[in-house]
T-cell receptor, first 109, second 114 residues
Framework: DQQVKQNSPSLSVQEGRISILNCDYT??????FLWYKKYPAEGPTFLIS?????DKNEDGRFTVFLNKSAKHLSLHIVPSQPGDSAVYFCATVREKLTFGTGTRLTIIP | DAGVTQSPTHLIKTRGQQVTLRCSPK?????VSWYQQALGQGPQFIFQYYEEEERQRGNFPDRFSGHQFPNYSSELNVNALLLGDSALYLC?????????????FGEGSWLTVV
C-alpha cells in the first residue's frame, strides 16, 4: 500500500524554466510533508517542508504547495538550474519518514 | 563535524549469507533509523533505535535485526540473504525522532546479493 505516490518517474526541463514535481498521498491524517533531494552516491538531503496548516511554503527558488482536499502536493523550482538535476522524493513524517517512489529531474542546459 | 557515516559503501554477498552494515550518527544525535531503497523505489523504513532499544519497526521480516551501542552507533544485520535484499541501505540519525529538516542521512551501503 503506497501511501505516498509520485506518478512521474522522470521529468526533463529546460534550464531557466519552471520545474513542477507532483506527489499524492492517501492518508488524510498526514500533517507534515517534506521534499528531499538525492544525488547519486549521496544520501537524501532535506529541501523544504510544509505543515498542513499552510497551503504554501517558499524558500528561495523552491516553493511547495499543499492541496489538502485533493491530498496533493507539488514542488515548484524556478528558475531551474543544471545543479537541480537529481532524484526528488516527497515524504511525510509521523514518527517515521514515509517516502514516495521519487522523480528523476533532468535540467537541460 | 562529521555527518552520518556508513560502512562499507559497497559489498557483494551470496544468497544465504549474513551481512552486517554499520552506521555512526551525526554528533549530538541519539536516534538511528535504517531504510532500504530498492532500485526505482523510495526508501522504506526498516526500524529505529533509541537508547539502545528498537523503538519502531517497519514491515520487514525478522531476518532484519539491529543493534544500537552506548555511543549511539548502530548495526543492521540481515540473515539468510535473498536476491531481493539487493538494495541501498540508508542510515539516518536525529535527536530523538527529529523532524524532517533535522534528520540526516548517510551516503548508504550498496548491497548486492548474487
Amino acid at each position: 500500500d503506497q501511501q505516498v505516490k509520485q506518478n512521474s518517474p522522470s521529468l526533463s526541463v529546460q534550464e531557466g524554466r519552471i520545474s513542477i514535481l507532483n506527489c499524492d498521498y492517501t492518508n488524510s491524517m498526514f500533517d507534515y510533508f517534506l521534499w528531499y533531494k538525492k544525488y547519486p552516491a549521496e544520501g537524501p538531503t532535506f529541501l523544504i517542508s510544509i505543515s498542513s496548516i499552510k497551503d504554501k511554503n517558499e524558500d528561495g527558488r523552491f516553493t511547495v504547495f499543499l492541496n489538502k482536499s485533493a491530498k496533493h502536493l507539488s514542488l515548484h523550482i524556478v528558475p531551474s538550474q543544471p545543479g537541480d538535476s537529481a532524484v526528488y522524493f516527497c515524504a511525510t513524517v509521523r514518527e517515521k519518514l514515509t517516502f514516495g517512489t521519487g522523480t528523476r529531474l533532468t535540467i537541460i542546459p | 563535524d562529521a555527518g552520518v557515516t556508513q560502512s562499507p559503501t559497497h559489498l557483494i554477498k551470496t544468497r544465504g549469507q549474513q551481512v552486517t552494515l554499520r552506521c555512526s550518527p551525526k554528533s549530538g544525535h541519539d536516534t538511528v533509523s535504517w531504510y532500504q531503497q530498492a532500485l526505482g523505489q523510495g526508501p522504506q523504513f526498516i526500524f529505529q533505535y533509541y537508547e539502545e532499544e528498537e523503538r519502531q519497526r517497519g514491515n520487514f521480516p525478522d531476518r532484519f535485526s539491529g543493534h544500537q551501542f552506548p555511543n549511539y552507533s548502530s548495526e543492521l544485520n540481515v540473515n539468510a540473504l535473498l536476491l531481493g535484499d539487493s538494495a541501498l541501505y540508508l542510515c539516518a540519525s536525529s535527536f530523538d525522532r527529529g523532524t524532517g529538516n533535522t534528520i540526516y542521512f548517510g551516503e548508504g551501503s550498496w548491497l548486492t546479493v548474487v
